[in-house]
């Protein structure tokens, strides 16, 4: 009987939702108003899906794996297989399996992220409205759907919202386990996140502290059971984690692509380092550099002016992320680009805590997700209760723990962490969300009694007016007509707030009862102005790219430029039994004539380039499997690379110029805006041009001194060179 209980009365939330009219009435509007967030989402979402057509190299590998079940496993970046993605593939998979469905376009692509959006909010509902009540849950739901971050990542090949759905997966499954303690529901938590550990490797795991604390503290088993039940989880979710890296490393190199963004061909060191600690530390592996954003690629690696430092060139200064850049989304002085905030690794440790909310309120950070995020706060000291913790039986303390925890982990890493993008806070998006839809219900029920706490309300709103103030001050422009009006709504509201409150001195009734909800909504609506702005700025001027960011452009948006069709033309014509239609170290051209032919392309840079050394070069030659090579001119940098021995990091001497800085950092050979390669470029270069002929520009080009070199744009310096007659 005693188990009856407890569970009928966990079964309730603690803030009961208003009674049910007899004619269903109130239901009725429930629904209503759940299908006008959900229709926003989907407009949010889907309204000109694709208009930028393809923005980063994430579309090639589609096309990649769309071809055979071999690439479609390894996540191979071209069609032949020569190297893989720098992501585990199963966020790909989905777009693998939208564009065998529709065929392969922009839309296909991005639509499996669009949808992942709209079951984000959902979900999000549905998780809080289970706790706190429909009110709650509508409010949490509508701050994620508007969420600029969350918005602009769900319209792009990065699949950041596929893992956020996927971690509110695993939220539904730890509060199932919390609830009951029963091992199964915690194990499937598990599973759920191994699989985000395979969408995006250790950025998945950054929810376990919220959910493992949870279970500890809130099941209903003995504290033995529920480590034991913890330690069986943690067993299984390093299993399903870990079992797609292990396969591709114990596979022979010889029969899979060269793990992209490696020096050592290891999908574990690629998860472990390059996407694990040095996004903390900030500190790059050998010959692996900062990766630049997928969607800004350089036009033409190896000689694209305005691309920051390149062939030795002292004349161009740092870019892409170094402090004292410039102006970036309109907001000037605002420092380093990408999402790199956090401090120097000398002062990290000791700034991890202090960090936290200066970064997220400031920009870049603060206009992609600190909208809301003083609200957010609020709503968690609105949770605090100064009571004996009963985390078994209080749903408060529970959804504190988990949304809390959630938010501040992630918060912590994100402002720390030396190597990020703003697109990564998509998942930290549905914490903030549900934190501002649980703390306004539970304002809102706070405002209405005595105490202290009915002050919580009115201070939300004026803290989270004061920080999009200090958002939009950044913009001229926008904050000329968009800060007066928040302002004076706001007023409003809180005026209204304060002075009900202080009629309660004087009389045992609040003043206008009809009002008082009006004035909230009111505040409301002007809280959520600028957000919604900030997420339909980029759909609606057109500015989306394969690096999300909300809000105005740094700069005007220039089209996005196309690979030169008389190249396509030229290199089909004269393919002949080559197997291999190109090698090229340009990264752009590399994505565009993959989706262009469908044929092989062996990278030789970008983030995916394939190690070539120049006796594998000589004898592909020889054998008539590679004919044309489209490359850039050597790099400025002295090779340590021994032909047959694998390759090397070679160093920059860069000294106290700025030549030679890519996104703000001394970088090794190979870093070319952010992108790698490996260090026996320069030797494959100079065996090219040695052993074979220039094709004149004039056969090749059409756009003679402008050709793109892909998704950017900018002058086209490589050359294309024929090496038939080499051998």
Request: glycine share 10%; proline share 8%.
């Amino acid at each position: 009987m005693a188990n009856t209980i407890t569970t009928s009365a966990q079964a309730e939330p603690e803030y009961p939702t208003e009674p049910q009219d007899a004619r269903g009435l109130p239901t009725l509007w429930r629904r209503i108003a759940l299908g006008a967030i959900l229709l926003i989402s989907v407009f949010m979402n889907f309204f000109k899906l694709g208009q930028s057509g393809f923005t980063s190299y994430y579309p090639p590998a589609v096309r990649s794996m769309m071809d055979n079940w071999h690439n479609f496993f390894f996540a191979a970046y071209d069609p032949g297989g020569f190297s893989s993605l720098d992501k585990p593939p199963v966020g790909f998979w989905l777009q693998v399996l939208s564009a065998k469905i529709f065929g392969l376009t922009p839309v296909s692509v991005l639509l499996p992220q669009a949808v992942c959006g709209v079951l984000a909010v959902l979900l999000l509902y549905a998780l809080v409205r289970r706790q706190f009540g429909v009110t709650a849950g509508l409010l949490a739901a509508l701050a994620l759907a508007l969420s600029p971050i969350s918005v602009i990542a769900n319209r792009t090949v990065q699949v950041d919202s596929t893992l956020a759905l996927v971690l509110l997966m695993g939220a539904w499954a730890i509060l199932r386990a919390a609830s009951t303690g029963r091992l199964r529901w915690l194990l499937l938590c598990a599973a759920i996140i191994g699989v985000g550990f395979n969408i995006k490797m250790l950025e998945a795991y950054l929810v376990l502290p919220a959910f493992g604390l949870l279970y500890l503290l809130a099941a209903p088993r003995s504290i033995w059971k529920r480590l034991w039940h913890l330690a069986l989880a943690l067993l299984l979710l390093l299993v399903i984690s870990l079992s797609w890296v292990l396969i591709v490393d114990l596979t022979p190199a010889t029969q899979r692509p060269h793990v992209g963004s490696t020096t050592d061909d290891s999908e574990i060191n690629l998860a472990l380092g390059y996407n694990g600690i040095q996004r903390l530390l900030g500190t790059r592996g050998e010959g692996t550099p900062e990766q630049q954003p997928s969607g800004t690629q350089p036009s033409s690696i190896n000689g694209n002016p305005g691309q920051g430092p390149v062939n030795g060139n002292p004349g161009q200064g740092p870019v892409n992320g170094n402090p004292g850049q410039g102006p970036v989304n309109g907001n000037p002085g605002q420092g380093p680009v990408n999402g790199n905030p956090g401090p120097t690794p000398g002062n990290m440790g000791s700034t991890l805590v202090e960090s936290f909310l200066p970064h997220l309120l400031t920009e870049p950070l603060a206009g992609q997700s600190g909208w809301l995020l003083p609200l957010a706060l609020f709503g968690m000291i609105a949770l605090l209760k100064f009571r004996r913790p009963r985390p078994q039986s209080d749903r408060t303390l529970q959804a504190l723990i988990l949304w809390g925890m959630w938010l501040l982990t992630m918060g912590i890493f994100f402002s720390a962490a030396q190597f990020t993008h703003e697109y990564y806070l998509t998942v930290m998006a549905p914490a903030i969300a549900a934190l501002c839809g649980i703390g306004l219900a539970t304002m809102w029920q706070d405002y209405r009694r005595s105490g202290w706490r009915a002050w919580l309300l009115p201070l939300a709103i004026i803290a989270t007016a004061s920080e999009q103030v200090s958002i939009l001050s950044d913009f001229p422009d926008w904050g000329r007509w968009m800060i007066p009006l928040l302002i004076v709504l706001c007023l409003l509201a809180v005026g209204a707030l304060i002075c009900a409150r202080l009629s309660l001195r004087f009389t045992s009734k609040a003043p206008w009862p009809r009002l008082l909800l009006p004035a909230l909504t009111l505040g409301l609506v002007a809280l959520m102005l600028g957000p919604t702005v900030w997420a339909a700025i980029p759909i609606f001027q057109g500015t989306e790219g394969g690096e999300p960011v909300a809000g105005p452009p740094g700069q005007s948006p220039g089209a996005a430029a196309k690979i030169d069709p008389a190249l396509i033309r030229y290199l089909e014509a004269n393919q002949g039994n080559a197997q291999i239609l190109v090698a090229t170290d340009q990264m752009g051209m590399a994505d565009d004539i993959i989706l262009a032919t469908n044929k092989t392309v062996m990278p030789l840079g970008g983030f995916s380039y394939y190690p070539l050394t120049t006796t594998e070069l000589a004898s592909l030659i020889a054998q008539g499997k590679l004919r044309f090579l489209l490359i850039g001119q050597p790099l400025p940098v002295a090779s340590t690379h021994t032909p047959d021995s694998g390759f090397h990091p070679q160093q920059v001497n860069v000294g106290s110029s700025p030549a030679g800085q890519l996104n703000g950092a001394s970088s090794p050979a190979g870093q070319l805006n952010g992108a790698s390669a490996p260090a026996g470029l320069n030797d494959v270069i100079a065996w090219t041009t040695r052993h074979c002929k220039v094709v004149p520009s004039s056969q090749w080009q059409i756009f003679s001194t402008s050709a793109s070199g892909g998704n950017g744009s900018g002058s086209n310096t490589a050359q294309l060179y024929d090496c038939a007659a080499a051998h």
